[in-house]
């Protein structure tokens, strides 16, 4: 059992790597795909069977455990992996963008910023300060920097300050964190689609120095072109020697070309959210699950995937208990699909492990097209 938190490369692939993150809860296998716990909970999973999926490592939300049941409670109670029952790595997100995507009358200040719980409307205000409390006393693995994400939009200048209020954020942030043996750090990169701003930040991360760096401000509906045109260049810009982690990304064609560009962490709502209404994800593409044309369908969704929807039930079933508004509808597709992003990112790190990422790459592309 480590104590502290390191990061081993294990092999390289053009830009792709593969490697391990050790933590004192256990490692995380890179590329790592996180799979989201929102309000300590992967929806319609129990975590045993998030990590049957292959999961090493779940993400939590400071800004909806905040709002409820509070960090405070979830403290009391003996913190979130004890709360949840999940005993492995946790992620939290440190709020500044539910509170830019789902708060309601925002102020922001050089302080910090104050809004209204899209709950009940009661009020709040997060800042570095309190946004490293909340994580700590959630007692989560990999803190992340409190940040400032523009609404978009956006012009150069409104982005350029964005991205210096949230350097000042991150000096804040590594400031309230301390010295926390075993618990990461992770500083996020600003910038909006902006090579030099992107640069600007990187520069500023590495001058206060962190455990890991993210690529925030992207999967923000820009679009994949535009989101693999900034990942062309704002990686590189990153220490090689620290985990690089995509926030908020993505389909599973976003997630191959992300780690083709050097990315070791994702984390994407998609799989589960897809999974309760019916989208399923497979080599072959995407299955609307609801369309008729399933319900007489004896076959598995997807014959070469080894998940218990795939292994014990029909199309037909599965259709039946999704028009039927059947919980295990949710259930068996969104284990399904986190299944199914996890052997994706299986593939590549055997793949990047045996320099043949580009065949790989080229199957994965292959098998879709096919249809
Ligand atoms: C779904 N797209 C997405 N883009 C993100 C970007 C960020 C984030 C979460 C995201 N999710 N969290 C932050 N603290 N900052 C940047």
């Given at each position: 059992?480590?104590?502290?938190?390191?990061?081993?490369?294990?092999?390289?692939?053009?830009?792709?790597?593969?490697?391990?993150?050790?933590?004192?809860?256990?490692?995380?296998?890179?590329?790592?795909?996180?799979?989201?716990?929102?309000?300590?909970?992967?929806?319609?999973?129990?975590?045993?069977?998030?990590?049957?999926?292959?999961?090493?490592?779940?993400?939590?939300?400071t800004?909806?455990l905040m709002l409820?049941p509070t960090a405070e409670r979830i403290d009391r109670?003996?913190g979130l992996?004890?709360?949840?029952?999940?005993?492995?790595?946790?992620?939290t997100?440190?709020?500044?963008?539910?509170?830019?995507?789902?708060?309601?009358?925002?102020?922001?200040?050089?302080?910090?910023?104050?809004?209204?719980?899209?709950?009940?409307?009661?009020?709040?205000?997060?800042?570095?300060?309190r946004s490293?409390e909340i994580q700590k006393l959630l007692g989560?693995?990999?803190?992340?920097?409190?940040?400032?994400?523009?609404?978009?939009?956006?012009?150069?200048?409104?982005?350029?300050?964005?991205?210096?209020?949230?350097?000042?954020?991150?000096?804040?942030?590594?400031?309230?964190?301390?010295?926390?043996?075993?618990?990461?750090?992770?500083?996020?990169?600003?910038?909006?689609?902006?090579?030099?701003?992107?640069?600007?930040?990187?520069?500023?991360?590495?001058?206060?120095?962190?455990?890991?760096?993210?690529?925030?401000?992207?999967?923000?509906?820009?679009?994949?072109?535009?989101?693999?045109?900034?990942?062309?260049?704002?990686?590189?810009?990153?220490?090689?020697?620290?985990?690089?982690?995509?926030?908020?990304?993505?389909?599973?064609?976003?997630?191959?070309?992300?780690?083709?560009?050097?990315?070791?962490?994702?984390?994407?709502?998609?799989?589960?959210?897809?999974?309760?209404?019916?989208?399923?994800?497979?080599?072959?593409?995407?299955?609307?699950?609801?369309?008729?044309?399933?319900?007489?369908?004896?076959?598995?969704?997807?014959?070469?995937?080894?998940?218990?929807?795939?292994?014990?039930?029909?199309?037909?079933?599965?259709?039946?208990?999704?028009?039927?508004?059947?919980?295990?509808?949710?259930?068996?597709?969104?284990?399904?699909?986190?299944?199914?992003?996890?052997?994706?990112?299986?593939?590549?790190?055997?793949?990047?492990?045996?320099?043949?990422?580009?065949?790989?790459?080229?199957?994965?592309?292959?098998?879709?097209?096919?249809?």
């Amino acid at each position: 059992m480590t104590e502290r938190f390191s990061f081993e490369l294990k092999a390289t692939d053009g830009k792709a790597r593969t490697g391990v993150i050790n933590t004192p809860r256990g490692e995380i296998r890179t590329p790592a795909f996180m799979p989201v716990g929102t309000a300590a909970t992967v929806k319609a999973m129990m975590p045993e069977s998030v990590r049957a999926t292959g999961a090493d490592i779940l993400l939590g939300n400071t800004y909806h455990l905040m709002l409820r049941p509070t960090a405070e409670r979830i403290d009391r109670l003996g913190g979130l992996h004890k709360f949840m029952n999940w005993d492995r790595p946790i992620l939290t997100d440190s709020g500044g963008f539910q509170v830019m995507s789902l708060a309601g009358l925002r102020k922001l200040t050089e302080k910090g910023v104050t809004f209204k719980s899209h709950i009940d409307g009661s009020k709040h205000e997060l800042t570095p300060e309190r946004s490293m409390e909340i994580q700590k006393l959630l007692g989560s693995d990999i803190v992340m920097c409190f940040d400032e994400c523009p609404a978009l939009p956006a012009d150069r200048d409104r982005i350029a300050e964005s991205m210096r209020l949230s350097m000042r954020w991150a000096a804040r942030s590594k400031e309230a964190f301390g010295d926390r043996p075993g618990h990461a750090l992770f500083g996020i990169q600003q910038g909006g689609l902006e090579a030099d701003f992107r640069e600007e930040s990187a520069e500023a991360l590495k001058e206060i120095g962190f455990d890991g760096y993210a690529v925030g401000g992207l999967a923000v509906g820009e679009g994949q072109e535009a989101m693999f045109g900034c990942l062309d260049h704002a990686p590189d810009h990153l220490p090689k020697d620290k985990p690089r982690y995509l926030m908020g990304v993505g389909k599973p064609d976003d997630i191959v070309g992300a780690v083709a560009r050097g990315i070791d962490m994702m984390d994407c709502v998609l799989p589960s959210r897809s999974g309760r209404t019916g989208q399923v994800f497979t080599r072959r593409g995407v299955v609307n699950i609801k369309n008729a044309r399933h319900a007489d369908d004896p076959r598995p969704l997807d014959e070469a995937c080894s998940c218990p929807a795939c292994s014990n039930y029909s199309r037909a079933y599965l259709h039946h208990v999704y028009r039927s508004n059947e919980m295990i509808s949710g259930m068996l597709l969104t284990w399904h699909n986190l299944h199914y992003f996890q052997e994706i990112m299986q593939g590549m790190r055997d793949a990047i492990g045996a320099g043949t990422f580009e065949d790989w790459q080229a199957e994965f592309h292959a098998q879709r097209a096919q249809g």
